[in-house]
């Protein structure tokens, strides 16, 4: 697992972060593989929204699965290289930190529910396809999770 900061805007508490991704690891039983976790700012993200999704504009957080969709049914193929790798989620922290003064919460909070919400799009979960699966499961671990780290529930991240 790596937690990169390629920003220079706000302050982060990386070793804070880490041990948060390691706990969204636990609750959502991905301890058999690693991801990671990229904060960049809104000139990155906004580029990365438009090479891989065609929309030039920033965005708060991107996942890129490690693997293919068709082969996201938790089910990794043994002794690939990439087998024990579920992906990467990037985050703008100038749009973290945007979203969060509008909904009147931390940025740190923000940013702790958008490592949550990529992590389960790794998954392969999709709330613009399913039925609310995706953000009901977003807001219960939110709630359990701020029992370790504070700062309950709030919007779901888009």
Partial sequence: MAV????????LDLAGLRKYVREVRRALKMDRGDFNVCFVNDEEIRRLNSLYRDKPKPTDVLSFPGQEEEESDLAKPDGSEFSDFWGDVVISVDTASRNAEIEGHSTEAEIRWLILHGALHLLGYDHEKDQGEMTALELSLRERLAQTFGASSGRPAA
Avoid: C, M
């Fill in 4 to 11: 990169l900061n390629r920003q220079k805007q706000i302050d």
